[in-house]
């Protein structure tokens, strides 16, 4: 049984606020699955490089894309934010694994921290579950 829980109304311009947030890093994650389907010699020597086998390469984009897709639809947001947070976490930790150095690793994490303050501006069911406190 589903309980009816009322929610309050956002804000509009906290939920335009969040679109923008939510769209600037999954434009970026479709275009590197994009990429990743198209297997270009950069992403081929990058993916290489750290250590994974060229065959993984458009599977990987294929799941980026469909996680990316998923946290796009309004229905399916929540759970494409948890599917795009491991897939972001496993992109961490082999730029850790490999010694890429800060950047990569901090890309990884500021991506993951965007998907989830779009959502969290843009989806009152979110704020209700984790309300911020003054």
Not at 77 to 96: C, E, N, S
Not at 101 to 126: H, K, S
Request: include cysteine.
């Amino acid at each position: 049984m589903v309980a009816n829980v009322q929610v309050a109304p956002l804000p509009v311009k906290g939920v335009w606020a969040g679109r923008v947030v939510s769209w600037l890093p999954a434009l970026f994650l479709l275009l590197d699955g994009a990429a990743k389907l198209f297997k270009p010699a950069p992403v081929i020597e990058g993916t290489v490089k750290l250590g994974y086998s060229e065959s993984v390469i458009i599977p990987l984009g294929v799941v980026l894309i469909a996680c990316t897709v998923l946290y796009l639809v309004p229905r399916t947001a929540v759970l494409g934010a948890i599917l795009l947070t491991g897939y972001l976490g496993g992109a961490v930790a082999t730029h850790v694994r490999v010694g890429d150095g800060i950047f990569p690793v901090a890309f990884g994490i500021t991506f993951g921290v965007l998907l989830w303050l779009g959502l969290y501006l843009r989806d009152a069911r979110l704020r209700e579950l984790l309300p911020l406190r003054s």
